[in-house]
């Protein structure tokens, strides 16, 4: 007979959760037998927003292929984009499609199903093109990493199928134009027929003229294999038409919000790139002394989003443009601001109904949306200048939009060397009035800013620290310049009752402290490239605290003059004194009459250097690529050869060989 005295309470608990689990499956199996009310294969699960109020990128509605087919459309163009070039390329060669009569869709390769690739041959005489952008240390951009990855995997065939590449890349990185390479190469590894010679445009020069010379010898070819007149129309050819909405409730509106509508106020999460996390600014304050140049430190409070990140991840922050400009463009385009209104895609079949979050008003979509400070491009320019009413003007417009030489050189000294954006370029064509919307059809979007995150969670991990310098230049004319995202963030006025929010999300990055605590390291990083080394330095301090065994940390730093711009000094020197930092290295370059800057610090260490390198050290690099960056990779080089007794292919190699084994990682930008 049971004795109830035996039983204890933690015995009842386990009774009684045995009992719960066993009437749990016992009801599960019979649900399991009962017929489904509800056939949930046929559910859809939608953005929490109105499909016509949002540039939606997706084929939801038919497969690629059976949307092809259905439309006549035998022209697929795939664009990979981190910061909108690739995207604007790829609709502005949709776009140029129709002055040919050809019928072309533009696919976000994120937005389909990548098995439809392998069946791009089913389509007769179908060309697919691929725009796309290398990203950091030659990797792809977000939106197209599955189609990369799917890519490598995939051994399908695609015999008949026609292709051509062109790729976004920056000279001034050491893996230029990566992704476009391998592209064009892996897809003729498939079968494809190559239609034209991959393109490769240089964003440290002037990408916009080398996609504009590409396009000059794709269609030729495209024309020839269509068998089809290769004389462009010369017509205007619009991409989306305007509707002015006088009755929409204020709460269908876009006020702003990347994606989902309300999504600001409604906040929640996951939170990413599609829907940002609106973090408050808690602490805000300027790291300069004595000058009137300016370096934010900025700290976001992520308490209540469930956002993680780790040391050397990147925050980006989804700016404004200044009120000035953009009420200077509704006075000089004679537009109520205020208006509500839609853009709607005159092509009922594209994927993208909107060029931006719709509807919306004028001042939300040039202070959001619209990338309104950029320089104008060839296509704008081009397509603007039929609005010029004086024929001198527009005869100078249609020259700079041309791919003559003449023109070209117009484009440069005009618009580059001058540094003319929108305002400028139609205060000097006073005759020059187009509609807003067909400015803002050609203008391209407002992208978020990728900033290195200046901390560590392990010490903060309720609030993200960014460290910005803000942008401020003269052009050649004497016209003050401003960084967007920069002077809007400086602009913010903040307190101890006053906690302005600002759009952010987290990407995660490559540029990782090692996995063993043991191993030594060595940081490079002049100027704000000091900040994710900030991260490093927090955690390695956190975890010799907790009594845990740190390597050596060596860092490189510089920065003009010790008394103005010495960016978190006190907390470098007190890393030092207690041995967090084992050797703190600062150039300052104009404290003397002769400039040193790091790399000079960098090579006199020359014999240390390789020992750390020698007994499995990583280095890490953040700041400015087109120099810094390639000099300090120059002396790695020479300290391998002479310290390591290497010839000099060999020690090329050997540093080569660091960068793939993550021991030699860069962050950096031009």
Request: aromatic fraction near 10%; include cysteine; charge should be negative.
């Amino acid at each position: 007979m049971l004795n109830l005295n035996m039983i204890g309470y933690t015995d009842f608990l386990m009774i009684g959760g045995i009992s719960a689990i066993a009437l749990y499956l016992w009801i599960s199996s019979k649900s399991k037998q009962q017929p489904t009310m509800v056939d949930l294969k046929k559910l859809k699960v939608l953005p929490s927003n109105i499909e016509d109020n949002v540039s939606a990128n997706s084929i939801s509605e038919k497969g690629l292929i059976e949307k092809m087919k259905a439309s006549g459309k035998t022209i697929v163009i795939f664009f990979g984009s981190q910061t909108g070039t690739g995207e604007e390329f790829a609709q502005r060669l949709s776009k140029n499609c129709r002055l040919y009569g050809l019928k072309a869709l533009v696919v976000d390769p994120e937005e389909i199903d990548l098995e439809e690739l392998s069946r791009l041959n089913e389509i007769p005489n179908a060309i697919a093109v691929f725009i796309m952008a290398t990203y950091g240390e030659g990797d792809p951009t977000d939106n197209a990493q599955e189609l990369f990855d799917y890519l490598q995997q995939g051994d399908w065939d695609l015999k008949g199928l026609k292709y051509g590449v062109f790729g976004l890349g920056n000279k001034t990185y050491e893996h230029y134009n990566e992704v476009g390479k391998y592209f064009d190469k892996r897809l003729e590894e498939l079968n494809g027929s190559r239609l034209i010679e991959l393109g490769l445009g240089d964003d440290d020069a002037n990408i916009e003229e080398d996609f504009v010379t590409w396009m000059d010898k794709f269609w030729p070819v495209v024309c020839d294999f269509y068998g089809i007149s290769a004389s462009e129309q010369d017509i205007s050819m619009r991409q989306y038409k305007l509707m002015n909405l006088d009755d929409v409730p204020v709460e269908k509106v876009f006020k702003g919000e990347v994606y989902r509508l309300n999504s600001y106020v409604k906040q929640k999460p996951p939170f990413d790139s599609k829907n940002p996390f609106m973090a408050p600014i808690s602490v805000k304050y300027n790291l300069f002394k004595g000058t009137d140049r300016k370096c934010l430190h900025i700290e976001l409070d992520i308490s209540d989003s469930r956002l993680r990140y780790e040391a050397g991840d990147h925050v980006a922050i989804y700016p404004a443009n200044d009120p000035t400009i953009v009420n200077r463009i509704g006075q000089l385009l004679d537009v109520d601001l205020d208006q509500t209104f839609s853009l709607i895609n005159i092509d009922e079949d594209a994927s993208k109904k909107h060029p931006f979050p719709c509807p919306t008003t004028f001042r939300t979509a040039l202070t959001f949306y619209l990338d309104i400070t950029s320089l104008p491009t060839t296509q704008l320019i081009k397509e603007l200048a039929q609005y010029a009413t004086d024929e001198s003007e527009k005869k100078s417009l249609q020259l700079m939009a041309s791919a003559s030489e003449e023109g070209k050189a117009l484009y440069n000294s005009f618009i580059r060397d001058e540094h003319t954006d929108l305002v400028n370029l139609l205060e000097k064509m006073s005759s020059l009035k187009p509609p807003v919307d067909h400015v803002m059809e050609l203008l391209p979007r407002l992208q978020a800013r990728y900033y290195s995150i200046s901390s560590s969670p392990k010490v903060h991990p309720n609030t993200i620290h960014v460290t910005c310098t803000v942008i401020e230049y003269e052009t050649k004319d004497g016209r003050l310049c401003k960084g967007v995202t920069t002077n809007w963030l400086l602009n913010k006025p903040v307190g101890e009752q006053l906690k302005p929010k600002v759009p952010i999300f987290v990407r995660k990055s490559q540029f990782r402290l090692p996995f063993k605590f043991q191993t030594s390291i060595i940081m490079i990083g002049p100027g704000t490239g000091l900040a994710p080394f900030r991260g490093f330095l927090q955690e390695r301090d956190y975890y010799r605290k907790e009594g845990r065994m740190v390597g050596k940390s060596i860092l490189y730093y510089g920065c003009r003059r010790k008394a103005e711009d010495y960016l978190y000094q006190e907390e470098l020197e007190q890393y030092e004194t207690n041995g967090t930092l084992t050797k703190l290295n600062v150039a300052f370059s104009r404290d003397q009459a002769e400039k040193v800057y790091v790399t000079h610090l960098l090579r006199k260490d020359a014999g240390m250097v390789w020992n750390i390198v020698k007994e499995g050290g990583h280095i890490y690099v953040c700041g400015d690529a087109k120099n810094m960056a390639r000099d300090v990779h120059d002396i790695l080089v020479d300290i391998c050869e002479k310290e390591g007794g290497m010839g000099r292919t060999q020690a090329v190699q050997y540093v080569k060989d660091l960068g793939q084994k993550s021991r030699y990682v860069l962050d950096v930008w031009s």
